[in-house]
């Protein structure tokens, strides 16, 4: 897609980049593309990123929009789709279309020329997540995965739904320690452990959450995760991402579609 922790009280701490955890932020619209629709985590007017989150973006794209060919180099992209489909093409010869449920990673390396555009006539929402990868994976070759919906592994825990899009046996493999989740609540309750070796939070992608049966955060919202335990709660339709990965201790430089 184109673009122009570590104690535990009632816990606000701050990260490498400065940012509060233990504090909820919003999404704020990005002019993307051509005449997409995004709303953008980070970076933002209030957050800038989450050593090795680089950028979020949560777009909804319907034809004639899209992002047409735009090269990429020194980091890795995930594409996840939650309504819809995305297309993606790229110098590499690969053109493939990833529906709802099914993920999208693409490693730029040295370099990666591609466009995605919708994949449906109708809505097509997603999450596009980059991250930033080891210095000395930042030369290789560009490479490309993708797996569908009936690819990515399945837990019902306690009658929570999650699917693993990134760890716990998932096919898509990144350079980074990575676990990503989509999780629907269902009207029950889960826990997340969060490490302090870990950067982590939470994104709401539709109803309510509700965080230690204090905070609570809607659509568009995310919230980073201080160490410990949380308890999250939410309505029949409340359904969320977990992102967490260990930190590369690199500074993220970046300048546009590219990073150093």
Known sequence: MKQTFVFLFSLIVLNSYGQKSGVTYQAEYADEGDGAIVQRLFPSSNFKHLDPFIMLDDFDVQPP???????????EAITYMIEG???HRDNLGNDRIVYAGGAQLFTAGSGLIHSEMPGTKGK?????????IPVTQKKEKPTYQQVDSIQIPVEIINGVT??????H??????QTDLIYQ???LLGNKYTIDAYPSRNSFIYVLDGEVSINGTIQLKTNFFYV???GKIELSGNSNARFVYLSAVPLNQKIVQRGPFVY
């Not at 929009?65 to 980091?75: I, S, V």
């Not at 929402?125 to 980059?130: E, H, M």
């Open 65 to 75: 929009a899209g992002f047409p060919d735009h090269l990429h180099k020194g980091f």
């Open 85 to 87: 489909g995305f297309q």
């Open 124 to 132: 097509n929402r997603g999450l596009q997540l980059w991250l930033n």
């Open 162 to 167: 999650v699917r693993h899009i990134v760890g």
């Open 169 to 174: 046996n998932s096919l898509l493999k990144v």
């Open 182 to 184: 989509d999780i629907q």
């Open 225 to 227: 995760i201080p160490p």
